[in-house]
């Protein structure tokens, strides 16, 4: 059977490479003067890739461990991960409505640089909001939980 260091090894590198796939994903969308049908796939490719990389060990390894590790650390490095997501959650509540709105008024297959978006719906800007908060609370509660889950990952497999 393989040790827990070598799946917690695994597990850490497995965290470690999703972070390259949210930068570059996100630059994708930032780099572009005009985001296509296109762009907002190739973007959603590395976006998905980094929340694989990042969900599969949480969901497969370190979620049923955490009752037996239930304490300190453990309880804060889980906190942290659930508020990324629930910031990730927030996040899509504006993504999937600009998605609706930006289809039907055909601007990924037909997209116009002089466009203004908050002119396509009322709520646009809220959702907007949404978004911009939920990504950056995404990545903050992100990096703030993969930084405690290296100081575990010191404490119980290298120390």
Known sequence: MVSEATVATIAA????ASFPFYLYGAWIVID????????LLRHLRYIVVGLVLTTVPVVGWMVPRLADQFGGLAVLHAVLGLQAYAMLVFALTGIVRIFQAKRAANLYRDPDPDADLNDLHENMSAWRGRLRIGVFGYVIFWIAAYLIGVVRYVQLHLA
Not at 13 to 16: D, G, L
Not at 32 to 39: P, Y
């Open 13 to 16: 590198i497995a965290v470690t």
């Open 32 to 39: 572009a003067e005009t985001v296509t049908w296109r762009i």
